[in-house]
């Protein structure tokens, strides 16, 4: 399966010393339509293991690249699993975030469509299939499918095999659809490892040195 996303713009860092925004999680809206699992259950331990102060510090370190509309609503372009995390352990949990877009429309649509146009929305759904019309992405990050493909990907990012690319939108989603479109044992998110030999074995080989991220190391 090719994964069909349009050119995109890469995220704006944030700058060393600028302005920090702090939001409460409920209200900042995905641009993506699904997560992987494994990842959120993993950062779900980690929030568990620090204090009120550690994760508070930790997430400042870890800013939200956020959209804001004319009348305030908000999107994030990023932070799906650690923020899908951390409102299960604290629903009224609060982000920092910096602002990459402002835009002087209220209206979603308008939104959405200049998200749509930067490639700063991920419209496939858990099983691969899409694109989906924007109308189709949850409104809280609670509505958020498992696709466990990206959740595979995110497991061969902790083992080193794939390196980050954190500036590049959906970055983990594309690695996820070129492994959709290999031939792998059956798995899950729950359940990674019978996949995990062929998928490290794919994502070395030269075959995948388009992808952002690729290390190399290996053929097939």
Same mark, same amino acid.
């Given at each position: 399966?090719? =994964?069909?996303?349009?050119?995109?713009?890469?995220?704006?860092?944030?700058?060393?010393?600028?302005?920090?925004?702090e939001?409460?999680?409920?209200?900042?809206?995905?641009?993506?339509?699904?997560?992987?699992?494994?990842?959120?259950?993993?950062?779900?331990?980690?929030?568990?293991?620090?204090?009120?102060?550690?994760?508070?510090?930790y997430?400042g370190?870890?800013?939200?690249?956020?959209?804001?509309?004319?009348?305030?609503?908000?999107?994030?372009?990023?932070?799906?699993?650690?923020l899908?995390?951390?409102?299960?352990?604290?629903?009224?949990?609060?982000a920092?975030?910096?602002?990459? =877009?402002?835009? /002087?429309?209220?209206?979603?649509?308008?939104? =959405?469509?200049a998200?749509?146009?930067?490639?700063?929305?991920?419209?496939?759904?858990?099983?691969?299939?899409?694109?989906?019309?924007?109308?189709?992405?949850?409104?809280?990050?609670?509505?958020?499918? /498992? /696709?466990?493909?990206?959740?595979?990907?995110w497991?061969?990012?902790?083992?080193?095999?794939l390196?980050?690319?954190?500036?590049?939108?959906?970055?983990?989603?594309?690695?996820?659809?070129?492994?959709?479109?290999?031939?792998?044992?059956?798995?899950?998110?729950?359940?990674?490892?019978?996949?995990?030999?062929?998928?490290?074995?794919l994502?070395?080989?030269?075959?995948?040195?388009?992808?952002?991220?690729?290390?190399?190391?290996?053929?097939?």
């Amino acid at each position: 399966m090719a =994964l069909r996303l349009p050119p995109y713009q890469p995220l704006p860092a944030p700058r060393p010393g600028g302005e920090l925004l702090e939001v409460p999680i409920a209200q900042l809206r995905p641009t993506q339509l699904c997560v992987g699992l494994a990842e959120v259950r993993s950062r779900l331990r980690d929030f568990g293991a620090e204090n009120a102060r550690e994760r508070r510090s930790y997430l400042g370190s870890k800013p939200v690249p956020l959209v804001r509309s004319a009348d305030g609503s908000v999107w994030m372009v990023d932070r799906h699993h650690r923020l899908r995390a951390l409102i299960e352990i604290e629903p009224g949990a609060t982000a920092f975030g910096y602002v990459v =877009l402002e835009l /002087d429309s209220p209206d979603p649509q308008q939104v =959405l469509a200049a998200l749509h146009q930067r490639g700063w929305l991920y419209l496939y759904d858990g099983r691969g299939l899409g694109p989906l019309p924007p109308s189709a992405l949850p409104e809280q990050l609670t509505g958020l499918q /498992d /696709d466990p493909y990206r959740s595979l990907v995110w497991k061969l990012k902790q083992e080193g095999v794939l390196a980050a690319a954190p500036l590049i939108p959906f970055h983990e989603f594309r690695w996820g659809a070129w492994l959709r479109s290999r031939p792998l044992p059956p798995f899950s998110s729950e359940q990674l490892e019978p996949a995990l030999p062929r998928a490290r074995a794919l994502a070395r080989s030269r075959a995948a040195a388009h992808l952002a991220g690729w290390k190399g190391s290996g053929s097939c």
